[in-house]
Structure formats: structure tokens, C-alpha cells
């Protein structure tokens, strides 16, 4: 998948691109009942080794990347807009261990995320990964819309089984 890569502008080590990879989807306003789901479920990738891909750019996506970063397993960091001038130093730390790729379909003139860019970011994450773990969409949202259009092409997705999700077990969504 390395060829892939060729058309977006990247950082970090390369070779993560052709691990296994999980991408983490969430609605940006997550029900209280799930976010502690979440943090268990990032100590479990974490600790299984798991190479994840998001965004991490919503409150509980930096929270999850927050435990992913204890650990020494791979990380893919996908941009809404160009490649970060510089990095927080624990991504610093971990960009130094060869332990994160960062990836962006987006050219240097954009500096500024909005919907649409994080939209064409989410879909990027949903191609390149293996499978899908979605820990809430809400009902009708952008999140709802991609994953279940993967799930039809046939992408393995996952959710946690609480009430929220139920729309998305409804719909075939696997429970996790």
C-alpha cells in the first residue's frame, strides 16, 4: 500500500501504512455513557499492539490518543488539513521511536479544518484501514452516513452494544 501513499503528503514512518489497521470513528458530541467505553477500549488496543488511524482531532479522540501514546504500538495519525509544522512532544517522542505515520490528503494552503475536509479525511481512514470501530454516530450525522456506506462495500465495522449505538447494530453494524 506504500504506492498508495505517493498521492498524499505524509510523515513518520512509512511501513505502518501496511500494518492492520483499525480507525477510530466518534461523533463529535459522544454520550456521557460512552466515553468511558472509549478509554477502555484504547488500553485495549494498546495493549494488544494494535495499530489504530484517526483523526484526533475531536475531545475524545485526543483522549484516546492520550492512552495509545503510553504504549509502543503504531500509530496512523490522518490530518484535516496540511502536515503539522511542529508536533506536541509526545507525538515528537513517538514520531522519533518510528512509532507514528501522519498522513494528509490536503495540500499546504490549507490550514483550517471544516467539515468538509474533515469528511474527506474520515473517508481517507475508512479506505486505508482494515476495519472500522465506531464508538457512537449520531443518528443522521456525517460519521452515521460513512460507515454505514462502508459497511455496505463490505468494510468490517464495530461498535460498542449500549442503547446509543442501536441504530447501528440495527443496521448490521458488528458489536465489539
Known amino acids: ?17 501496511n500494518l492492520p489497521k483499525t480507525a477510530f470513528l466518534c461523533s463529535r458530541h459522544v454520550p456521557a455513557s460512552i466515553v468511558l467505553k472509549c478509554y477502555d477500549w484504547a488500553i485495549q488496543q494498546r495493549n494488544a499492539g494494535n495499530c489504530v488511524i484517526s483523526g484526533f482531532h475531536s475531545q475524545i479522540e485526543k483522549d484516546v490518543l492520550h492512552y495509545l501514546l503510553k504504549g509502543h504500538q503504531p500509530i496512523i495519525i490522518a490530518l484535516s488539513r496540511r502536515l503539522k509544522k511542529r508536533l506536541e512532544p509526545e507525538l515528537s517522542k513517538a514520531l522519533e521511536k518510528n512509532r507514528i505515520f501522519i498522513i494528509t490528503p490536503f495540500e499546504e494552503k490549507v490550514r483550517r479544518v471544516i467539515q468538509e475536509n474533515a469528511n474527506k479525511r474520515n473517508e481517507l481512514m475508512a479506505e486505508i484501514a482494515d476495519e472500522i470501530f465506531v464508538a457512537y ?22 461498535t460498542f452494544d449500549v442503547t446509543e449505538n442501536r441504530a447501528l447494530i440495527d443496521a448490521g453494524i458488528e458489536i465489539i
Open 1 to 17: 500500500m506504500t504506492g498508495f501513499c505517493l498521492q498524499y503528503r505524509y510523515s513518520g514512518n512509512i511501513d505502518l501504512i
Open 137 to 158: 454516530a449520531q443518528p443522521q450525522g456525517n460519521v452515521e452516513r460513512l460507515v454505514l456506506k462502508w459497511l455496505k462495500k463490505g468494510k468490517k465495522v464495530g
